[in-house]
């Protein structure tokens, strides 16, 4: 089971660089710092090196944190414990969905969008749960902006990934620049570094088996295949109905249900978590999903009669309707409002015309502003769908 390195990380590890281990809990992260702590041990490495859990709140396994306890325990090691200073994961779904209404109601969006991280393109709740507020906490302990050389000028930030685990992480480097935890004003620049990044998955077990750790009660007890939030929006469908099985986890599952019949968007794709253990609703609550599914078919069918030319796409608007666009825009705007419950703005064709126009001022001067370059108002091209 060897750990993945290159030349600069030896050369950071032989210079006593701090070695921060990103834990969360699951069998990766748990792997990650038992191998990569020995490993050090090795090298001879007497830098510092700390454990650092993101505490999601309410989205949390109840033992994801004892589980880190565990860890930093075994390894005699400090375990760093940040939290999202606005709300846990719950709140930020409730935040986006609240953002996402202002956004439409003010036309900074033509179609209604989801509240819900998705894998790929909008995948905030990793990027700003994790890795934001870790970067924060590794530029506040380890960055300097004293006089003289800086005690730190390098950190690697070691996680788990492996690519085993999908064909985008097959493709992940030994190490990259973490832009999030590297600081110019604090003199810091930080590494991500995947020590582990071509075990197995019976190697990572293997590992916990043979220094005596007892891995995240999920896998054991609830047979789930991974460890993150309770409900994950990469989830397979078995460990969505293994998280809900825990009597644990039933309010958050009615929460999220509940923001699902609210917002009019399913959790993941076509699939709604309504589904997942309707046994865990009320009447009412099924009732208000099912509606909500007839609402969401009733929205897709009105937004599929925006122009093509005005969805949404980098640097929007990037033209001005024609009149008769315009009264189609707005015509689809009402009917989703109601559709939604919300009150919006622009329902007019005129006032459509007039809101582009002041969203193509703004767009301009930005441009300038950032030293970007304008663009003529011309027909857009097709694109795909935003939402």
Not at 201 to 210: K, L, M, T
């Amino acid at each position: 089971m060897k750990i993945a390195t290159n030349p600069e990380i030896d050369g950071m590890i032989a210079d006593n660089c701090p070695v921060v281990y990103s834990v969360s809990g699951g069998k990766d992260s748990a792997a990650l710092a038992l191998a990569t702590d020995a490993f050090l041990d090795e090298r001879g490495h007497l830098g510092p090196r700390v454990l650092i859990h993101s505490d999601l709140g309410r989205a949390e396994w109840s033992d994801s944190l004892p589980a880190c306890e565990r860890l930093a325990a075994k390894l005699n090691r400090e375990l760093v414990v940040v939290r999202r200073q606005k709300g846990d994961m719950v709140d930020r779904f409730w935040q986006r969905l609240r953002d996402n209404t202002a956004r439409y109601s003010d036309l900074r969006l033509v179609q209604a969008l989801l509240p819900w991280p998705t894998p790929t393109s909008m995948r905030y709740c990793t990027s700003e749960m994790k890795i934001s507020v870790i970067g924060q906490e590794i530029v506040r302990r380890f960055g300097f902006k004293g006089a003289g050389p800086a005690p730190y000028p390098n950190v690697l930030a070691a996680n788990g990934i492996r690519r085993e685990e999908s064909a985008r992480r097959a493709k992940s480097p030994v190490w990259k620049p973490d832009a999030k935890a590297t600081s110019r004003t604090a003199r810091l620049q930080t590494y991500s570094w995947h020590p582990i990044l071509d075990w197995t998955r019976d190697e990572v077990f293997a590992i916990q088996s043979a220094r005596g750790y007892q891995p995240h009660e999920a896998y054991s007890k609830f047979g789930m295949s991974r460890v993150s939030c309770k409900f994950c929006i990469m989830a397979d469908l078995s460990d969505l109905q293994n998280s809900a099985s825990n009597p644990e986890h039933h309010d958050t599952y009615r929460e999220m249900v509940g923001i699902e019949t609210e917002s009019t968007f399913s959790f993941q794709g076509d699939r709604w978590l309504a589904d997942v253990a309707p046994e865990l609703l009320t009447a009412d609550a099924r009732a208000l999903s099912a509606d909500a599914r007839l609402r969401a078919a009733k929205r897709q069918a009105a937004e599929s009669r925006i122009p093509r030319g005005l969805l949404y796409e980098a640097g929007w608007p990037r033209r001005m309707p024609t009149e008769a666009e315009a009264e189609d825009l707005a015509s689809v705007r009402t009917e989703v409002a109601g559709l939604l419950g919300v009150a919006v703005s622009y329902t007019t064709g005129g006032e459509v015309v007039e809101r582009f126009a002041e969203l193509i001022e703004e767009r301009e001067a930005r441009e300038l502003r950032t030293g970007g370059r304008l663009v003529q108002i011309a027909a857009a091209p097709q694109m795909e769908m935003f939402c």
